[in-house]
C-alpha cells in the first residue's frame, strides 16, 4: 500500500490513512479489518477509501473532507457508531452512512435506519455484497445532490465569475446549471468527467474549469484518446528516453509530463482500449510512471478532466470501459444537454454567429431573419452547437443581402422527417435552387462561365436551369412570388 495520507498519532496510536479526495471513510478500531475492506474495495473498482481507527476523529473528518459515504463500525471504544451516526447525521446531512456490526440484531437495524443510515452490514462482512452496498450508497449521493441543484430555478446571476463563460453563448436555464457546476468543482482538484454528445462544447467547457482552477497558471494539454493504437498509446502519453527503441534519437516528453502543474483533459476517453485503460488507471493512482526505457520514476503533479460523448453506464455494463477508471476520472460529473434541449440558445448562438462570421468575410449582415429563427427553433441539430455556427457561417459566404435568410441556409440543414415542412413560407427545392443560381450571378456580376463554376456544374446545365427557372441576366426573375 502506498504510504500517502497514512498518519499514527502519537498520543493515542491510532491510525489514520487520507488518500487525495477520497469520497468514502471507513470508521473501525480494527485495523486489520480496515484494510480488508479497503482491498475488497479497491479490486472491485471503487474509489480507494480513507481508513480512520478512532471514531472520535470521525465528525470532524467528514466536515473537513466532505466525505460523500462513512462505513461505521457499531461497537467502537470511546465514541459507539451509532453515536458518530447521529452526529453526523447532525453535523453533514447529505452524508451517506453504512452501520458494520457483529451483532444481527433486528431492532439494532431498525433504529440504524431510523436515524439516517443507509444499510445495516453484519461481520463478517460478504465483501461482495459490502462493494454493492457502498456503489449504491454513492449513486445516492450523486442523485441527492443533483436534484439539490434543480430545486430552485438555475440563473445566470448566480456566477461568481461569469466572463470566463463569454466563450459559450448560452441564455437557457440548462446552460446554467452547467455553469455552476462548473464554477463549484472548478477550485477543487477533484478529477472531473464531462459527458455530452459531440459538438456540445465539452472542450469549451473543460478549458473553463482549467481557467477557474488553482492550475490555471499551468499548462492544459488536451488528448483525444480514439487516436492511440495500442503500439503508440505509452510512447505518446508516457515518452521514452534515447535509446529506448530503434529512432528513439533523443529524450521525449509525454502528455503526463507536458501536462505537469496544469491540467490534462482526455477527450473521448470511452474510446481507448481496455488494455490501455488499465496502464492508465494506475498513473492516475499512483501519481508516477516510468518513461519507455527508463527505470527510473516519473512523478507527476496534475488534474484529469475527461470527456465522453458516449453512455459510460452502458459502455461499462457491456465491458468496454473499467469501472476502476471511472470511479478514478469521475470524482465529480458535468453533464451538457443537446442544443435540442436548449431552446433559448438557439437563436442567441444563431446571432452570435452571425456577427463573427459577417465580419470575419467582410459583410454587412446585421440580422438573421425571422423565418430563418423559426426554421432553426424546430431543428433538432445532430451535430448540436458545431453545426449551427456551420449552417450560420456557410449561409453567410452565400447571403447577398443585409439580412440572413432562409434561402441561403435552407440547403444547409438536414431537415428530417416532417419538422420543418409544415413551417409556413418554407421555401421549395425550386425556389432554394432559384436563389442560390441568383446568388451566384451576383456574385460573378453575371458572369455565367464564373457562376457555374463556382456552383459546380457545367455551362449548358447552367444555362438550361436559367431557361427552366426564368432568371434573366442580371439575377431577375420573372416570377410573380417575389423574392423570398
Not at 413560407?425 to 453575371?446: C, S
Amino acid at each position: 500500500m502506498t504510504c500517502l495520507g497514512l498518519f499514527r498519532s502519537p498520543e493515542t496510536s491510532s491510525m489514520e490513512y487520507l488518500p487525495e479526495h477520497s469520497p468514502i471513510l471507513i470508521v473501525d478500531d480494527d485495523e486489520g479489518l480496515l484494510f480488508s475492506i479497503r482491498t475488497a474495495l479497491l479490486s472491485g473498482g471503487l474509489p480507494d477509501p480513507a481508513l480512520l481507527s478512532d471514531s472520535r476523529r470521525a465528525v470532524e473528518l467528514v466536515v473537513a473532507k466532505n466525505f460523500q459515504l462513512v462505513l461505521l463500525d457499531l461497537m467502537m471504544p470511546h465514541l459507539g457508531g451509532m453515536e458518530v451516526l447521529k452526529q453526523i447525521k447532525l453535523r453533514a446531512p447529505d452524508t451517506e452512512c453504512i452501520i458494520i456490526t457483529a451483532i444481527d440484531d433486528v431492532e439494532m437495524a431498525v433504529s440504524a435506519m431510523r436515524y439516517g443510515a443507509y444499510d445495516y452490514l453484519v461481520k463478517p462482512l460478504n465483501l461482495e455484497r459490502t462493494t454493492i452496498a457502498i456503489d449504491h450508497a454513492l449513486e445516492r449521493f450523486q442523485l441527492k445532490r443533483g436534484i439539490a441543484l434543480f430545486e430552485r430555478p438555475q440563473s445566470f446571476e448566480d456566477l461568481r465569475h461569469p466572463e470566463v463563460f463569454d466563450d459559450m453563448v448560452a441564455e437557457d436555464e440548462a446552460m446554467a446549471l452547467v455553469f455552476r457546476q462548473a464554477e463549484t468543482c472548478a477550485m477543487s482538484d477533484y478529477n472531473v468527467m464531462i459527458t455530452g454528445e459531440t459538438g456540445v462544447g465539452k472542450g469549451k467547457l473543460a478549458r473553463i474549469v482549467h481557467r477557474l482552477s488553482a492550475r490555471r497558471n499551468g499548462p492544459f494539454v488536451a488528448v483525444n484518446m480514439s487516436a492511440f493504437s495500442r503500439t503508440l498509446f505509452e510512447d505518446d502519453v508516457f515518452g521514452h528516453v534515447r535509446g529506448a527503441y530503434t529512432g528513439a534519437v533523443s529524450d521525449k516528453r509525454g502528455f503526463f509530463e507536458a501536462a505537469q502543474g496544469g491540467t490534462l483533459f482526455l477527450d473521448e476517453i470511452s474510446e481507448l482500449d481496455t488494455v490501455m485503460q488499465g496502464k492508465l488507471l494506475r498513473v492516475i493512482e499512483e501519481k508516477e510512471f516510468y518513461r519507455l526505457g527508463s527505470t527510473d520514476l516519473t512523478n507527476v503533479d496534475l488534474r484529469i478532466l475527461s470527456a465522453s460523448n458516449r453512455n459510460i453506464e452502458e459502455a461499462m455494463a457491456s465491458g468496454h470501459f473499467r469501472r476502476d477508471v471511472y470511479y478514478r476520472l469521475n470524482e465529480y460529473h458535468i453533464h451538457i444537454p443537446p442544443l435540442r434541449r436548449r431552446p433559448k440558445d438557439i437563436r442567441a448562438l444563431a446571432n452570435h454567429f452571425l456577427k463573427f462570421h459577417a465580419k470575419k468575410n467582410g459583410k454587412d449582415i446585421v440580422r438573421v431573419s425571422p423565418k430563418l429563427l423559426d426554421v432553426l427553433q424546430s431543428y433538432t441539430f445532430p451535430g448540436n452547437v458545431r453545426e449551427l455556427e456551420n449552417i450560420i457561417s456557410s449561409a453567410v459566404l452565400i447571403e447577398t443581402e443585409r439580412e440572413l435568410s432562409l434561402a441561403s441556409a435552407s440547403s444547409l440543414i438536414s431537415f428530417s422527417g416532417n419538422q420543418v415542412s409544415a413551417k409556413e413560407g418554407f421555401p421549395t427545392l425550386a425556389e432554394v435552387q432559384m436563389n442560390h443560381i441568383r446568388q451566384a450571378l451576383k456574385l460573378t456580376g453575371d458572369n455565367r462561365t464564373h457562376a457555374a463554376k463556382l456552383l459546380g456544374i457545367g455551362l449548358r446545365t447552367l444555362q438550361r436551369k436559367l431557361k427552366s427557372t426564368d432568371i434573366q441576366d442580371g439575377g431577375a426573375a420573372k416570377s410573380h412570388r417575389g423574392t423570398p
